[in-house]
């Protein structure tokens, strides 16, 4: 069964700050990672998509990388704001099984301080 | 439309009542995802629709929940008999398909009293 980890469970960085949040999963078999954000009361809004054939997808000062055969994933955030105060969730599309539900971890609540 | 709708937003119901969560895909999205986060819980999947397939219900926690999607597009997740345990945010996705990522909703938040 396929577990999904995030650590640290919560953060607290100064503004401007370059920060890294970690994602590790226990089955390499996956179609695809994915990092999403989602603020108090609110839905989830995707970040980046990471291919299970690729290593890394950039969008803006957001960096997502995958290292499949160790089962990790890390998101890079460069110069942080205080904007950016959010839950940061990861969440892999395991390829076994036929269907394509993805498995989430419990998230990284960050907080960003003026 | 141009995201995942979801109605209600909130929903107080009594102990025992029966409620319907209904969630407008994107259009042209096949897949279509509930799942339910519990406060200070990850997110559990509860049902999976792929186009005319049958669901996949494995994650549906008990007989009290059921869910439909009709014609392909709106779906409606029913709890029957609700219980406190049941109080969570309960999110909606659509995707084109499982490999080119997941869009969801702002989810309904649902409380039991």
């Known amino acids: 069964k396929q577990e999904v980890t995030q650590i640290p469970a919560a953060l607290s960085v100064p503004e401007g700050e370059n920060l890294v949040l970690n994602c590790s999963f226990t089955?390499?078999?996956?179609?695809?990672l994915q990092w999403f954000r989602q603020d108090p009361g609110k839905g989830l809004t995707s970040l980046l998509l990471?291919?299970?054939?690729?290593r890394e997808q950039t969008s803006g000062r957001l960096n997502a990388s995958l290292d499949k055969s160790s089962g990790r994933s890390t998101l890079y955030i460069a110069a942080s704001q205080p904007g950016d105060s959010a839950t940061y969730l990861c969440?892999?599309?395991?390829?076994?099984?036929?269907?394509?539900?993805?498995?989430f971890g419990k998230g990284t609540k960050l907080t960003v301080n003026p | 439309g141009a995201g995942v709708s979801q109605s209600p937003s909130n929903k107080v119901t009594e102990k025992g009542k029966d409620v319907e969560l209904r969630c407008d895909p994107i259009s042209g999205h096949t897949a279509l995802y509930w799942y339910r986060q519990s406060l200070g819980q990850g997110l559990e999947f509860l049902i999976y629709?792929?186009?005319?397939?049958?669901?996949?219900k494995s994650g549906l926690p008990s007989d009290r929940f059921s869910a439909e999607r009709t014609g392909g597009s709106v779906s409606t997740l029913t709890i029957q008999r609700t219980q406190q345990e049941d109080s969570a945010v309960y999110l909606c996705?659509?995707?084109?398909?499982?490999?080119?990522?997941?869009?969801f909703g702002s989810g309904t938040r649902l409380t039991v009293v």
């Open positions: 996705a659509s995707s084109q398909t499982g490999i080119s990522g997941y869009t």
């Open positions: 990471i291919q299970s054939s690729q």
């Open positions: 089955d390499s078999a996956i179609y695809n």
């Open positions: 969440a892999v599309a395991p390829s076994q099984g036929g269907s394509e539900k993805l498995v």
């Open positions: 629709f792929q186009g005319n397939s049958a669901p996949d």
